[in-house]
């Protein structure tokens, strides 16, 4: 079989395998057969509820010493990914990245919590969620979401993890009538066996085949780090829990550390210092645009001052823009002279513009960004567009040299 990484490249070479049990989740979830939660028990199930087809990305681990990339659904069957052969019928030895797992059950079981309390406080609605490598996203049924209800909801989450309530997995049959009072989105159609519950102590219960803690003080914490525009009329409440929630601080104070380094002033004082720095920046841009705006026209002035006028202007500058371009274009004229001009990094990528006589405008700037290996467009006489190879502007002036010396021998 083939991998085809997450991060993209070239697709990876090797086996899928189907183990008679397994200890590691499958992503997409479902109905995996011989799945073993945390407690060690069979069973099948499918996310349900708030969850939909259970958005939990798959476990990753070893088979004997051979690891396994990744491992997915297909029917009752989860199918591990792995780099090299084994031998069919061999007993092997099952490892977890307990790191990645464990992650994985405080952002779930963190989730669930949210969404119970954010119904209970608020009758906000989960409609779906996303758990994310950095941080997870809440899909709530409400066009907004307050500040204040942020912090309450944030509050009161927290107060569940102090309390230390027990989380709990029970099985029952799929025509059990307690199903009826479990949150639930409904089963899948090709649902078969027991269906998996997971109960948060007198705060939630819920239709789930996903991974989560046994008691919600493995949470640590919850952070919710605020909202985002949704789809029409929902809000997306992004939030982070347990390790996260460390990893966070942790990299929020390096930067901390870093910015006081170098702006040689405390924490409390950097959004100014920064404020104070934006200002110096935008004062420089402009003092710079306009000194830029005064060498185009000198630049302009002393090509016209000039006895005999060349019927060619090139020139290239690497500080510039667009408008420094067209400046020197509308100071020289472009009815009798053609111009090149480039702006950016000499050997690199850059700006040009081409202007002139419309006609041989229209006739050379394809040619030019062809040469220049760029995309350009043009009208009344201007092509203007971005370059990938400046280095070859001595093949543009060649070609733009060849075209006017037969109108102009003595060029």
Same mark, same amino acid.
């Given at each position: 079989?083939?991998? %085809?990484?997450?991060?993209?490249?070239?697709? !990876?070479?090797?086996?899928?395998?189907?183990?008679?049990?397994?200890? /590691?989740?499958?992503?997409?979830?479902?109905?995996?057969?011989?799945?073993?939660?945390?407690?060690?028990?069979?069973?099948?199930?499918?996310?349900?509820?708030?969850?939909?087809?259970?958005?939990?990305?798959?476990?990753?681990?070893?088979?004997? *010493?051979?690891?396994?990339?990744?491992?997915?659904?297909?029917?009752?069957?989860?199918?591990?990914?792995?780099?090299?052969?084994?031998?069919?019928?061999?007993?092997?030895?099952?490892?977890?990245?307990?790191?990645?797992?464990?992650?994985?059950?405080?952002?779930? #079981?963190?989730?669930?919590?949210? +969404?119970?309390?954010?119904?209970?406080?608020?009758?906000?609605?989960?409609?779906?969620?996303?758990?994310?490598?950095?941080? =997870?996203?809440? @899909?709530?049924?409400?066009?907004?979401?307050?500040?204040?209800?942020?912090?309450?909801?944030? %509050?009161?989450?927290?107060?569940?993890?102090?309390?230390?309530?027990?989380?709990?997995?029970?099985?029952?049959?799929?025509?059990?009538? @307690?199903? @009826?009072?479990?949150?639930? %989105?409904? /089963?899948?159609?090709?649902?078969?066996?027991? !269906?998996?519950?997971?109960?948060?102590?007198?705060?939630?219960?819920?239709?789930?085949?996903?991974?989560?803690?046994?008691?919600?003080?493995?949470?640590?914490?919850? &952070?919710?780090?605020?909202?985002?525009?949704?789809? &029409?009329?929902?809000?997306? /409440?992004?939030?982070? $829990?347990?390790?996260?929630?460390? &990893? =966070?601080?942790?990299?929020?104070? #390096? +930067?901390?550390?870093?910015? +006081?380094?170098?702006?040689?002033?405390?924490?409390?004082?950097?959004?100014? $210092?920064?404020?104070?720095?934006? =200002?110096?920046? &935008?004062? /420089?841009?402009?003092?710079?645009?306009?000194?830029?705006?005064?060498?185009?026209?000198?630049?302009?002035?002393?090509?016209?001052?000039?006895?005999?006028? =060349?019927?060619?202007?090139?020139?290239?500058?690497?500080?510039?823009?667009?408008?420094?371009?067209?400046?020197?274009?509308?100071?020289?004229?472009?009815?009798? +002279?053609?111009?090149?001009?480039?702006?950016?990094?000499?050997?690199?990528?850059?700006?040009?513009?081409?202007?002139?006589?419309?006609?041989?405008?229209?006739?050379?700037?394809?040619?030019?960004?062809?040469?220049?290996?760029?995309?350009? *467009?043009?009208?009344?006489? %201007?092509?203007?567009?971005?370059?990938?190879?400046?280095?070859?502007?001595?093949?543009?002036?060649?070609?733009?040299?060849?075209?006017?010396?037969?109108?102009?021998?003595?060029?």
């Amino acid at each position: 079989a083939e991998l %085809r990484p997450e991060g993209g490249g070239e697709p !990876v070479r090797g086996f899928q395998v189907v183990l008679e049990d397994t200890i /590691l989740f499958p992503e997409g979830g479902g109905q995996v057969r011989a799945w073993r939660g945390r407690a060690g028990r069979r069973g099948r199930g499918r996310a349900g509820g708030t969850d939909g087809p259970c958005p939990q990305p798959d476990d990753r681990g070893l088979i004997g *010493a051979v690891p396994v990339l990744r491992v997915t659904r297909r029917g009752s069957e989860a199918v591990h990914f792995v780099p090299a052969a084994l031998e069919p019928g061999a007993a092997v030895l099952l490892s977890l990245d307990w790191e990645r797992r464990f992650d994985h059950m405080q952002q779930h #079981s963190g989730q669930h919590l949210i +969404t119970a309390i954010a119904d209970q406080m608020f009758g906000f609605k989960t409609t779906s969620w996303e758990l994310g490598r950095q941080r =997870s996203v809440i @899909e709530l049924d409400t066009p907004s979401v307050t500040a204040e209800q942020i912090e309450a909801l944030e %509050r009161s989450v927290n107060e569940k993890i102090r309390e230390r309530v027990p989380v709990r997995v029970r099985e029952l049959a799929a025509d059990d009538p @307690e199903i @009826e009072t479990v949150r639930s %989105r409904g /089963l899948p159609d090709d649902h078969a066996g027991l !269906v998996r519950v997971v109960d948060i102590e007198g705060i939630d219960s819920n239709m789930c085949c996903g991974t989560h803690v046994s008691n919600l003080s493995d949470l640590q914490v919850i &952070k919710l780090l605020g909202t985002e525009k949704g789809k &029409k009329n929902k809000t997306n /409440l992004v939030f982070l $829990a347990g390790n996260r929630v460390l &990893k =966070s601080i942790e990299q929020s104070h #390096s +930067t901390e550390k870093a910015l +006081t380094s170098l702006l040689k002033n405390g924490p409390g004082e950097h959004v100014e $210092a920064v404020k104070r720095l934006q =200002s110096s920046v &935008k004062l /420089l841009q402009k003092n710079n645009l306009n000194l830029l705006r005064d060498i185009a026209v000198l630049i302009a002035r002393d090509f016209k001052s000039k006895p005999v006028q =060349s019927q060619l202007f090139v020139l290239h500058r690497k500080e510039g823009d667009s408008e420094f371009m067209n400046i020197i274009a509308n100071e020289i004229g472009t009815e009798e +002279t053609l111009l090149f001009l480039t702006v950016g990094d000499e050997h690199e990528a850059g700006l040009f513009l081409l202007a002139g006589p419309v006609e041989a405008v229209e006739n050379l700037g394809p040619r030019v960004a062809e040469l220049l290996e760029g995309k350009g *467009a043009g009208k009344r006489g %201007r092509f203007q567009g971005k370059a990938t190879k400046m280095s070859r502007r001595g093949e543009v002036q060649a070609l733009l040299q060849e075209f006017i010396s037969p109108r102009c021998p003595e060029a």
